[in-house]
């Protein structure tokens, strides 16, 4: 019992830090890029994708190991799993339409864009290449969202402070925010040596 959960708590870390969905493997740049010049919408954004990856995970988990494998078509699971994605995220748009309606309308065309994310499709894959069971899936899927979530919180937090600084014309813009992305890229280099 000791060593599973010690395994969970290595895989965790070391999805959510290590290997960085965005900063390690380069997957959904675009929210990543796009969702970042404001905390708070960065904030609603990781939990969208928290949600939207971790029941992708489990959904994904479920439909390939009961459906997809015992009918031997495997070669289907990227396009179920984008419509698993993409039913998902409808559900998400359609509570925060409802429910939130400032941060439904802070992210914007970003929510739906979260259906082509290939972080999310990217994670339900490799649940898949890893032969994860769906619960172990499903703690890898929350753990890489967390690691999304942190990277375009930090991110979000340093380009509000850089509206404040002095910057040269030809690096404000996407050249300062792709300088920093480099730079954090390199800083979560250091969590290598955690595992």
């Given amino acids: 019992m000791l060593a599973q959960v010690k395994d969970l708590l290595l895989l965790m870390i070391g999805a959510a830090l290590v ?5 390690s493997q380069f997957l959904g740049l675009c929210p990543f890029l796009g969702v ?40 289907l699971q990227t396009i179920v799993f984008i419509l698993v994605i993409a039913a998902l995220v409808q559900f998400v748009e359609m509570f ?29 894959l490799l649940n898949v290449q890893k032969g994860y ?25 340093i380009r509000e402070k850089m509206e404040h600084n002095d910057i040269l014309e030809s690096f404000r ?14 800083a979560f280099c250091g969590f290598s040596g955690l595992l």
């Fill in 19 to 23: 290997s960085n969905v965005v900063l």
């Fill in 36 to 75: 970042s010049k404001k905390v708070e919408t960065a904030a609603g954004m990781g939990m969208a994708v928290i949600f939207v990856i971790t029941l992708a995970s489990g959904v994904a988990g479920v439909v390939y190991r009961c459906i997809l494998e015992p009918l031997h078509i495997e070669y």
């Fill in 96 to 124: 925060l339409k409802k429910y939130m309606k400032a941060l439904y309308e802070a992210l914007g065309v970003y929510l739906p864009l979260i259906t082509t994310n290939c972080a999310v499709l990217g994670v339900a």
């Fill in 133 to 157: 069971g769906i619960f172990k899936g499903m703690v890898y899927g929350f753990a890489t969202a967390v690691g999304f979530t942190v990277a375009i919180v930090i991110l979000a937090g």
């Fill in 173 to 186: 813009g996407m050249p300062i925010v792709l300088l920093t992305a480099g730079l954090m890229a390199i």
